[in-house]
């Protein structure tokens, strides 16, 4: 990064954080499972559904698939009964699981595989994102694959929720943040080179795992004159070092790459 962009970027961090009047929650963590809970968990979903198999990446539980191990009144019930009994084998708390997607209406539901012969879709897929007082975590959230059938079979899980153990979680502290800094977006406005910041919870993308810190997500837009790709910026709230970089092409390749192998975001 050259050094007047980098100055220029410092200097955004610099007026979102001072508009925001920013006091981040030093709380401890609460309703987390920590490592042993997540293997008693797995070993209790292991128990109940035999011919489940599982994908691991890293010390995260990727992926649940092969017979079906969930059942429910319909998808959305299946997938919801599924997650409150075994929530705890990915590592998160129920109350972090919000029922929208990242798809611009936030659709809950997604049908898949369309059936010409019965003109109905042989699945459904229900979506869910991460949260800690609305406040996303950046990349992170979970698909349940349901079969629409009598009992509403789940058939596959896909996971790229993060483990937020030691993120301060005070929810009055966070709301605080949350507003603050949209006051202070609307009474300063960013630079003209960005958009206007989101504030997320990073704590990795794809493969890389990082402690979790309150961070803002924003695009630098080059000018017209200059040419280059847009850039996508990870920045921390408290620091403002660039925690990820990269260009909006290349990430978007990255994600979509991440999703075919079996991730969410």
């Given at each position: 990064?050259?050094?007047?962009?980098?100055?220029?970027?410092?200097?955004?961090?610099?007026?979102?954080?001072?508009?925001?009047?920013?006091?981040?929650?030093?709380?401890?963590?609460?309703?987390?499972?920590?490592?042993?809970?997540?293997?008693?968990?797995?070993?209790?979903?292991?128990?109940?559904?035999?011919?489940?198999?599982?994908?691991?990446?890293?010390?995260?539980?990727?992926?649940?698939?092969?017979?079906?191990?969930?059942?429910?009144?319909?998808?959305?019930?299946?997938?919801?009964?599924?997650?409150?009994?075994?929530?705890?084998?990915?590592?998160?708390?129920?109350?972090?699981?919000?029922?929208?997607?990242?798809?611009?209406?936030?659709?809950?539901?997604?049908?898949?595989?369309?059936?010409?012969?019965?003109?109905?879709?042989?699945?459904?897929?229900?979506?869910?994102?991460?949260?800690?007082?609305?406040?996303?975590?950046?990349?992170?959230?979970?698909?349940?694959?349901?079969?629409?059938?009598?009992?509403?079979?789940?058939?596959?899980?896909?996971?790229?929720?993060?483990?937020?153990?030691?993120?301060?979680?005070?929810?009055?502290a966070l709301r605080a943040v949350r507003e603050r800094s949209a006051r202070g977006e609307t009474a300063h406005p960013t630079?003209?080179?960005?958009?206007?910041?989101?504030?997320?919870?990073?704590?990795?993308?794809?493969?890389?795992?990082?402690?979790?810190?309150?961070?803002?997500?924003?695009?630098?837009?080059?000018?017209?004159?200059?040419?280059?790709?847009?850039?996508?910026?990870?920045?921390?709230?408290?620091?403002?070092?660039?925690?990820?970089?990269?260009?909006?092409?290349?990430?978007?390749?990255?994600?979509?790459?991440?999703?075919?192998?079996?991730?969410?975001?």
């Amino acid at each position: 990064m050259s050094r007047p962009y980098q100055t220029q970027l410092r200097a955004f961090w610099l007026v979102t954080t001072i508009a925001s009047g920013a006091v981040f929650p030093l709380a401890p963590a609460s309703g987390k499972a920590d490592e042993a809970s997540r293997s008693l968990a797995r070993d209790r979903l292991e128990r109940e559904h035999p011919t489940a198999n599982f994908y691991g990446l890293g010390d995260r539980v990727a992926r649940i698939y092969g017979g079906p191990f969930g059942f429910g009144s319909s998808p959305e019930d299946t997938a919801e009964r599924f997650l409150q009994e075994h929530a705890a084998v990915f590592g998160v708390a129920m109350d972090e699981l919000d029922p929208r997607s990242t798809f611009p209406d936030q659709r809950h539901t997604q049908p898949m595989m369309f059936d010409k012969k019965t003109g109905e879709h042989k699945f459904t897929l229900v979506l869910y994102t991460q949260h800690i007082e609305d406040i996303p975590v950046y990349a992170s959230g979970i698909r349940l694959l349901v079969r629409n059938e009598p009992g509403y079979p789940l058939v596959l899980v896909s996971n790229a929720l993060r483990n937020l153990e030691g993120f301060a979680r005070d929810p009055a502290a966070l709301r605080a943040v949350r507003e603050r800094s949209a006051r202070g977006e609307t009474a300063h406005p960013t630079l003209v080179e960005f958009t206007a910041p989101q504030l997320v919870i990073w704590a990795g993308f794809g493969e890389s795992v990082t402690a979790p810190v309150l961070a803002y997500e924003f695009v630098g837009a080059w000018r017209a004159d200059t040419g280059g790709d847009d850039r996508l910026f990870i920045t921390g709230a408290v620091t403002g070092d660039v925690l990820y970089e990269a260009s909006t092409i290349e990430h978007l390749r990255r994600d979509r790459k991440r999703q075919r192998e079996g991730h969410t975001r």
